[in-house]
């Protein structure tokens, strides 16, 4: 599979801070691509398959698919396929506008899920088209996308409170991704016992701790190959693959192609 990169020009709020950009667009034989910003995307209509590393799902009118950061996509089979896609920045969700959403928005905003999808009522979907005509205000869709959330967050399947130590290893994993990691190191930092960690993780991610850091080193990995200027030896370090060679075996294990031939292939 070829994956190219996508990137959106940001516009700003009054206060400098980046916002939101809104984008309608036919999304018929959508090449597999990646982003290093958090994707919202509703179908208006039309049909396709959508896929991604998590799998693959059929999309209509109504659904709707929250990405995180790094996770590529694809709609493969599209029939006469309309999306609005909502772009933001990853910082946003996490700090800049935390206080003007409701718990459910922020509990779904902050899971470890990379990918969520939902099915929205076709009465959304049609409040969704009227809005989008009035609400591209100076916060360059903000307020369409702030509502547009709170749909999707009060649909998406409801996730129970995680455990949080788990939380805490997430964290750690993400925040500290270039650390040579063990099980056993996790388990200290997080104060628990190595099995069972590993049995409250892999109940809540849907897979254990090493595995998840693997997954998240390599995606990682794609992205700043597709945003940064850094050479593919560096990039492998600072995602924690000090010998190259295991980084480029799996990183083609992950997404079928070395690091080099994924950097030259086509972008968007």
């Known amino acids: 599979?070829?994956?190219?990169?996508?990137?959106?020009?940001?516009?700003?709020?009054?206060?400098?801070?980046?916002?939101?950009?809104?984008?309608?667009?036919?999304?018929?034989?959508?090449a597999a691509h990646d982003h290093d910003f958090m994707e919202l995307a509703v179908v208006l209509r039309g049909s396709a398959v959508h896929s991604c590393p998590e799998g693959s799902s059929a999309l209509s009118c109504g659904s709707a698919v929250?990405?995180?950061?790094?996770?590529?996509?694809?709609?493969?089979?599209?029939?006469?396929?309309?999306?609005?896609?909502?772009?933001?920045?990853?910082?946003?969700?996490?700090?800049?506008?935390?206080?003007?959403?409701?718990?459910?928005?922020?509990?779904?905003?902050?899971?470890?899920?990379?990918v969520r999808l939902a099915q929205l009522p076709l009465e959304s979907v049609e409040a969704l088209e009227t809005l989008e005509g009035i609400r591209r205000?100076?916060?360059?869709?903000?307020?369409?996308?702030?509502?547009?959330?709170?749909?999707?967050?009060?649909?998406?399947?409801?996730?129970?409170?995680?455990?949080?130590?788990?939380?805490?290893?997430?964290?750690?994993?993400e925040e500290a991704i270039h650390r040579p990691w063990t099980a056993t190191d996790l388990a200290r930092t997080v104060g628990l016992?190595?099995?069972?960690?590993?049995?409250?993780f892999k109940a809540q991610i849907g897979t254990g701790p090493m595995a998840y850091l693997a997954a998240l080193r390599v995606d990682r990995a794609a992205s700043l190959l597709r945003h940064s200027e850094?050479?593919?030896?560096?990039?492998?370090?600072?995602?924690?693959?000090?010998?190259?060679?295991?980084?480029?075996?799996?990183?083609r294990a992950r997404f079928g192609t070395s690091p080099q031939e994924y950097r030259r292939s086509p972008t968007e």
């Open 66 to 114: 929250l990405l995180r950061p790094g996770v590529w996509h694809a709609y493969l089979g599209s029939h006469d396929l309309e999306v609005l896609n909502f772009c933001f920045p990853f910082a946003m969700a996490q700090d800049h506008w935390r206080h003007m959403v409701d718990e459910r928005v922020k509990s779904m905003l902050g899971a470890h899920e990379r």
């Open 137 to 173: 205000d100076s916060t360059g869709g903000l307020g369409l996308l702030m509502w547009t959330l709170d749909q999707f967050a009060s649909v998406v399947p409801v996730r129970s409170s995680g455990h949080p130590a788990v939380d805490q290893a997430v964290r750690c994993l």
């Open 230 to 251: 850094l050479t593919c030896g560096e990039i492998g370090a600072t995602v924690g693959y000090a010998d190259p060679s295991v980084f480029s075996r799996r990183f």
């Open 193 to 200: 016992d190595k099995a069972y960690l590993s049995r409250l």
């Open 1 to 30: 599979m070829t994956f190219a990169a996508c990137t959106v020009r940001w516009s700003e709020t009054s206060d400098g801070t980046e916002s939101a950009v809104v984008q309608r667009c036919a999304a018929n034989g959508s």
